[in-house]
């Protein structure tokens, strides 16, 4: 998924510091939430900082010192510059380790804050924005990218200000004492810098390729293990062995090539340390020996510079890193950049009478419409009967009613609102639906009956149990209504789920019950016990349901036959069976077969 939206223009190229505020904008903002505990772990820096540039010039001019005093003298200023040396260490260590603690846990508050935010927006997008992306991408956005973007930014506050008070400060205490000696340092250090810059546009360019190989990966990790028995059934586990070797292998080859570099920078880092100590000894050593410079001032100076390694070698590793946080980063903006659904309109209280008015409408990418000139009209109360071959158009209907979709202007009307007018929540809490291929969550069935309600009472579930026929199958169940499905429901039937399914719907007692073929995975008398119970059961409520099988829809008040998007014949089921026409052939041919099951008839 690397545009999220394929349909929309290519943006204009940002500028370098829009780019960073697109990649870290939001995680700034975020830390800007823990800003106490920042500016309390960033203000203990400059103490611990400050206790280790204090150190070299203790011990330089303890060395001074003892090179001329002799005896007593000599012992007492030493034993003072241990104490003195003790206690400075104990203050370093301890800000050292409250500013850590407290710099590390924002960070890590900070990806928690993100993935909740990331997740929450997810939740809000639209539905044909998830027609077109991967889960597999998307999961690795949300846990990978994150925990990059945590992965930088804990050291980069730990170390960061560190490095801020240590590099300068080390700079102008060795430049205050010896000009040429800096200088030589300093010439060293510009050579690493440049260096970095020019390796930067490389890493960057592999850590996108690491990570979008990584997203591959989890993409098909996850499509191959939730369709495991498709994979088996059709012989495809070599092939998809395969398809994952060559994934991982990419993904080996750019993580490669990210390590090539990032040892190259780690190895020049090291050695410029080694480079900067050799410049200072051989300037330094010149400047004592023409007594520019004393020994205890030439072994500060090495001081300062191993003071200064550290910090430099975190800045190095940052600068390594950057790229691939920047890489997160942005890919983390590209989710949040996505338009989520609107949640303005109006929510009155709806009662459910329905008008549909010359719809037609195409899916979005699609060129033939799925429903071309759909018209019709439901009172509360009232059922719908929709049936047609397979790809007519019937679920398609069902998902505009839910606002899955947004219908053209003008076209479908709720107790006289626009639906485009509502907020999509209140058409949402109008209809309960039940679908064919019902998701199960890896739960009891008493929780997936009851999913999106915290504790209904126990007689409504069993009622809703008992109206979807479920209750017949609870003895083969070991515990019952407790008893866990599996992963989207994989232990239990075809007809068992869309079950689950229907008595999820009944309970949530919604004024519209939309049943998308939900019976067709059951058996004959079942669904007649079904809906037997779905009549009792209905009262006012509004109910569309879509169906291969006539018999589930033939008490409906409206018939709407479907082919290829367009309604070919309506009417009652009395009706329908006086024409001659595709309806009254289909209920002839469905009776047959159900006498030659033995059946009553359908
Ligand atoms: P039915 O429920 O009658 O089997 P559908 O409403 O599912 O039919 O499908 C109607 C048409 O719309 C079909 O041609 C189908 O391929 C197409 N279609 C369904 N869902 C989508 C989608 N999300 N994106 C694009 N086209 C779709």
């Known amino acids: ?54 150190m070299p010039g203790l011990v330089g001019r303890t060395l001074d010192l003892l090179s001329g005093s002799r005896g007593d003298d000599g012992r007492s200023e030493l034993a003072t510059a241990c104490w003195l040396f003790l206690g400075l260490g104990l203050v370093e260590a301890a800000s050292r380790f409250v500013s850590r603690r407290l710099l590390i846990d924002v960070s890590r508050h900070v990806e928690e804050d993100l993935k909740n935010e990331l997740v929450g927006h997810l939740q809000r997008l639209p539905m044909p924005w998830f027609d077109r992306s991967r889960t597999g991408d998307i999961v690795s956005r949300l846990t990978q990218d994150c925990e990059l973007v945590r992965f930088v930014m804990g050291p980069i506050l730990l170390h960061g200000g560190t490095t801020l008070c240590i590099l300068p400060a080390g700079i102008w205490l060795m430049a205050s004492m010896n000009v040429p000696v800096t200088l030589a340092a300093a010439g060293v250090f510009a050579v690493l810098m440049l260096t970095f810059r020019a390796v930067m546009p490389r890493l960057h360019k592999w850590s996108k390729r690491s990570q ?74 010149h400047e004592a020996i023409a007594g520019r410079i004393s020994i205890g001032q030439l072994f500060q100076f090495i001081g300062y510079l191993g003071l200064m390694t550290f910090p430099l070698e975190i800045l190095g590793w940052t600068i390594a890193m950057m790229p691939r946080a920047y890489a997160a980063g ?83 009307f709720i107790d006289g609102h626009d639906l485009l007018d509502l907020a999509p929540a209140a058409t949402r809490a109008l209809f309960a639906m039940a679908a064919q291929e019902p998701f199960l969550f890896s739960d009891s069935i008493a929780r997936n009956v009851a999913f999106g309600q915290l504790a209904p009472p126990a007689t409504d579930l069993d009622a809703a149990v008992e109206a979807a026929a479920l209750d017949q199958d609870l003895p083969q169940f070991p515990a019952g209504l407790e008893t866990l499905v599996g992963e989207r429901g994989v232990t239990l039937s075809g007809g068992q789920k869309q079950r689950v399914s229907l008595a999820r719907a009944l309970l949530s007692e919604r004024p519209g019950l939309l049943l998308d073929d939900t019976l067709s995975a059951v058996d004959p008398t079942t669904e007649r016990r079904i809906l037997r119970g779905l009549v009792q059961q209905r009262r006012a409520r509004t109910v569309i349901a879509a169906s291969h099988r006539l018999s589930v829809i033939a008490d409906a008040d409206l018939i709407l036959v479907f082919d290829r998007g367009r309604v070919v014949q309506r009417g009652s089921h009395a009706t329908l069976l006086d024409r001659p026409g595709r309806y009254a052939a289909a209920w002839q041919l469905q009776s047959e077969a159900s006498a030659l099951e033995g059946g009553e008839p359908a």
């Open 1 to 54: 998924m690397p545009n999220p939206d394929p349909a929309s223009p290519p943006a204009p190229r940002p500028s370098l510091t829009g780019s960073v505020r697109r990649a870290f904008g939001r995680p700034a903002r975020l830390l800007w939430h823990h800003r106490l505990a920042v500016a309390f772990g960033v203000l203990l820096v400059p103490v611990y900082a400050g206790v280790q540039l204090w």
């Open 330 to 412: 942005i890919r983390i903006a590209e989710l949040f950049e996505v338009e989520p659904e609107s949640a303005v309109g109006a929510t009155p209280e709806l009662r459910g009478s329905i008008r549909v008015e010359n719809l037609t409408f195409t899916y979005p990418g699609a060129e033939t419409p799925a429903l071309s000139e759909v018209s019709f009209a439901l009172e509360p109360g009232q059922k719908l009967g929709l049936v047609g071959p397979v790809g007519s158009g019937k679920s398609t209907l069902l998902a505009l009613l839910m606002r899955l979709y947004d219908p053209p202007r003008g076209t479908i």
């Open 212 to 285: 979008e190989a990584i997203a591959e990966i989890s993409q098909q990790a996850q499509e191959d293990f939730a369709g495991i028995r498709v994979v088996h059934q059709f012989a495809r586990v070599e092939r998809e062995r395969a398809a994952m070797a060559t994934k991982n292998r990419r993904y080996l080859l750019a993580n490669l090539r990210l390590v090539r570099l990032r040892s190259a920078l780690n190895a020049l880092t090291h050695t410029t340390s080694g480079a900067v100590l050799l410049a200072v000894l051989a300037v330094g050593g």
